[in-house]
């Protein structure tokens, strides 16, 4: 398996909106390096069918690093449970409508 599946247009835009500098270097990194093809049982391993997923650790992360590092964990374990926090498991289509504040800082 190879887990290095690049970011989508909108998971770079969302990555853009939580983080500078370093730190979103870094997040890139860890979605395409750690949180791609090598998720448990998913299939849809292209960069528009792991916006879902992605979404979701990214919202979880808040801006920060240490808890996006915590979601992709979360997700490696079980994807579904990083869904269902992040508000996304009922709809396939839910994520897509979400958008970090840029105003308050906040996802």
């Given at each position: 398996?190879?887990?290095?599946?690049?970011?989508?247009?909108?998971?770079?835009?969302?990555v853009?909106?939580l983080?500078?500098?370093?730190?979103?270097?870094?997040?890139?990194?860890?979605?395409?390096e750690q949180?791609?093809?090598?998720?448990?049982?998913?299939?849809?391993?292209d960069?528009?069918?792991?916006e879902?997923?992605?979404?979701?650790?990214?919202?979880?992360s808040?801006?920060?690093l240490?808890?996006?590092?915590?979601?992709?964990?979360?997700?490696?374990?079980?994807?579904?449970?990083?869904?269902?926090?992040?508000?996304?498991a009922n709809?396939?289509?839910?994520?897509?409508?979400?958008?970090?504040?840029?105003e308050?800082?906040?996802?």
């Amino acid at each position: 398996m190879n887990a290095s599946v690049p970011l989508s247009h909108g998971t770079a835009q969302r990555v853009a909106a939580l983080f500078t500098g370093v730190a979103r270097v870094t997040a890139a990194e860890l979605l395409v390096e750690q949180c791609g093809d090598n998720l448990p049982l998913w299939v849809k391993t292209d960069p528009q069918g792991l916006e879902r997923i992605r979404f979701a650790v990214l919202k979880l992360s808040g801006g920060d690093l240490a808890k996006l590092t915590r979601a992709v964990r979360m997700a490696q374990r079980d994807w579904r449970d990083v869904l269902v926090a992040a508000g996304f498991a009922n709809s396939i289509v839910a994520h897509e409508s979400w958008f970090p504040a840029s105003e308050t800082g906040t996802a």
